[in-house]
């Protein structure tokens, strides 16, 4: 069956701009995570949804940064007023149920300039 | 201190060589533990989890768990070139959260 998949691929940014970035789970997985991967370092975690809930919101890194799940299947990840230090990869998992195995997608790298 | 640690390497190993990778966690009722291998540029892709003491192999790989050590680690028999990639360690901790190492960047020489 298909994987997770996330849009775009690539977004380039300018500073203070808004952007989203979505993400659309293997079918029939409850829990849906984002992370943010830097070079050279492992998945940050920001946060993560059982159905259509945020259960766990605690990673992310100021009010600039929202997330929502609307119908407990795709997901957006919203940034506001984006900043340079916001340049990463933002990878998205999903996993059939809470503390199972999570399957990445592709990630969108984001940079903004 | 860090909630997962792992020595970033590099570390390189010849083909047909034992590559050991090693991952400690400081929360100690951690239940769940999972191996991912990262490609350059590519996202990361499950390997293995475990959840009990001791050993789980699969194929070319064992993992191995001491939940009184908080130590986790990832045996790589008979490595490839193919195998050379960052491999991260990964925890989900008592509060159900997951967190990953910095990654262990390996190289496989042929």
């Known amino acids: 069956g298909a994987g997770v998949s996330q849009t775009p691929s690539n977004k380039v940014t300018e500073k203070g701009k808004y952007v989203e970035l979505r993400c659309d789970p293997i079918?029939?997985?409850?829990?849906l995570y984002w992370y943010r991967q830097s070079l050279g370092q492992g998945p940050e975690f920001l946060i993560y949804f059982q159905g259509t809930g945020a259960a766990d919101d605690s990673g992310l890194p100021n009010d600039r940064f929202f997330a929502v799940r609307p119908e407990g299947s795709v997901s957006t990840l919203k940034i506001q007023r984006t900043e340079r230090g916001d340049s990463a990869v933002y990878l998205c998992?999903?996993?059939?149920?809470?503390?199972?195995?999570?399957?990445f997608g592709p990630g969108t790298r984001l940079t903004v300039l | 201190q860090k909630e997962v640690e792992q020595n970033s390497g590099p570390l390189s190993v010849p083909e047909g060589a034992i590559a050991s990778l090693n991952c400690t966690y400081s929360?100690?009722?951690?239940?769940?533990f999972f191996w991912y291998r990262q490609y350059s540029g590519k996202s990361p892709e499950l390997i293995m989890s475990i959840y009990s003491n001791g050993d789980k192999e699969d194929g070319r790989f064992t993992a191995q768990l001491n939940k009184a050590s908080q130590y986790v680690s990832l045996l790589i028999r008979d490595s490839q070139p193919s195998d050379s990639a960052t491999y991260l360690c990964?925890?989900?901790?008592?509060?159900?959260?997951?967190?990953f190492g910095t990654g262990t960047s390996l190289t496989v020489i042929p």
């Open positions: 079918s029939g997985h409850t829990a």
């Open positions: 929360d100690r009722g951690s239940q769940s």
């Open positions: 990964a925890v989900m901790n008592t509060g159900n959260q997951f967190y």
């Open positions: 998992a999903s996993s059939l149920s809470e503390g199972s195995t999570q399957y």
